[in-house]
């Protein structure tokens, strides 16, 4: 079992930088690969980025390749998502989400655990 509680979210002006944290309960966290995910208003919750265990694979949708980065501390069970020149349409509640798989994957149906989201608002 893990439990995740995702943190960071806030209002940010069009390029401006946040930095979502999601920390995992559980001793075994990391063997989890471990994503984020967002939905927008009247959107289907769509695939942000993934990282494997060890932190050493990684992929990100298109529309945040080279401004987002994600990055996990298996010492202190959390995992980032460094969000640099937002934009409006980065807004959306922001979802972690744990697999027992090894690799990183950017299918929604891998993932078992997921948090209750954290809200991000970018202003043009």
């Known amino acids: 079992q893990v439990q995740l509680v995702e943190s960071g979210g806030g209002l940010v002006q069009s390029g401006g930088s946040l930095r979502l944290t999601c920390a995992a309960s559980?001793?075994?966290?990391?063997?989890?690969?471990m994503g984020w995910f967002r939905q927008a208003p009247g959107k289907e919750r769509e695939f942000v980025a993934t990282i494997s265990w060890g932190g050493g694979t990684t992929d990100y949708t298109d529309s945040v390749k080279g401004r987002f980065t994600i990055s996990r501390d298996d010492a202190r069970n959390t995992v980032y998502l460094q969000m640099n020149s937002l934009k409006p349409e980065d807004a959306a509640v922001y979802y972690c989400?744990?697999?027992?798989?090894?690799?990183?994957?950017?299918?929604?149906?891998?993932?078992?655990?997921w948090g209750q989201g954290t809200q991000v608002t970018v202003s043009s």
């Open positions: 989400a744990a697999s027992p798989l090894r690799g990183a994957s950017s299918r929604e149906v891998v993932y078992g655990y």
């Open positions: 559980g001793r075994t966290f990391s063997r989890y690969g």
